[in-house]
């Protein structure tokens, strides 16, 4: 697995098998953040849940960064408005070296069963795309192949396109990581789907996540 494009997305499984790339992991405690870097919330001021943390690989470029964790605030029932990737209720942290160490952590509102990730083989979405124009695949069957948990790629919104902006005015941010509620029953409305970008335009290296909810 070495081709690595906007257009190329790897789809996510549980229970790698003896020879897998394990690529991360959704759930449970994050590996190498320490209590006083756990990420709050900025409106409530609550601890957030931590979500998922994703490898730097040939699965996913995170420019100098080896690491990728998501949290978001659970503490209020949404009223944080954490589906928002401006709001401050959820984060995208971006490490720059490895530390597989198991600090401790504040309290959370909710630990979710750890589960580890690996991925299947690379996906040209761009020749899925092209099998709609010219081929007559409908667009909906397309997308159904893609409406699951993946790295890169193109988003599949349920509600229309929301892709975040660089703060630089250089253009969109790029889809690093795309979640539904069938792997990890995340506190997301049920068939609703969370979506991580990373600024490709930042030196510093930026996240940001949003979701959309379920009809």
């Not at 761009?126 to 667009?139: D, I, P, T, W, Y």
């Not at 790295?151 to 539904?180: C, E, F, K, N, Y």
């Not at 506190?187 to 970008?197: C, H, K, Q, R, S």
Request: hydrophobic share 35%; charged share 20%; with cysteine.
């Amino acid at each position: 697995m070495t081709t690595r494009s906007a257009w190329v997305s790897y789809r996510l499984k549980t229970k790698p098998q003896p020879g897998d790339p394990v690529v991360g992991s959704f759930g449970g405690h994050p590996r190498g953040v320490r209590a006083n870097q756990w990420p709050r919330c900025a409106v409530c001021g609550n601890p957030m849940c931590h979500m998922a943390q994703i490898m730097a690989g040939p699965w996913l470029d995170l420019g100098g960064a080896t690491r990728m964790s998501v949290f978001i605030c659970h503490a209020t029932g949404g009223r944080c408005e954490d589906w928002d990737p401006w709001k401050g209720a959820n984060r995208v942290v971006l490490h720059p070296t490895d530390d597989d160490s198991l600090y401790d952590g504040p309290p959370t509102v909710r630990v979710y069963r750890r589960k580890l990730l690996t991925v299947e083989q690379p996906l040209d979405e761009l020749a899925l795309m092209r099998r709609v124009k010219h081929e007559g695949l409908a667009m909906s069957d397309a997308l159904d192949e893609l409406r699951h948990d993946k790295i890169g790629g193109g988003a599949v919104w349920l509600h229309g396109d929301q892709t975040p902006q660089s703060p630089t005015g250089q253009g969109p941010m790029r889809l690093a990581l795309q979640m539904t509620t069938n792997l990890v029953s995340f506190d997301i409305t049920p068939g609703g789907m969370a979506y991580v970008f990373v600024d490709p335009f930042a030196n510093d290296g930026v996240g940001r996540l949003l979701w959309q909810g379920g009809s």
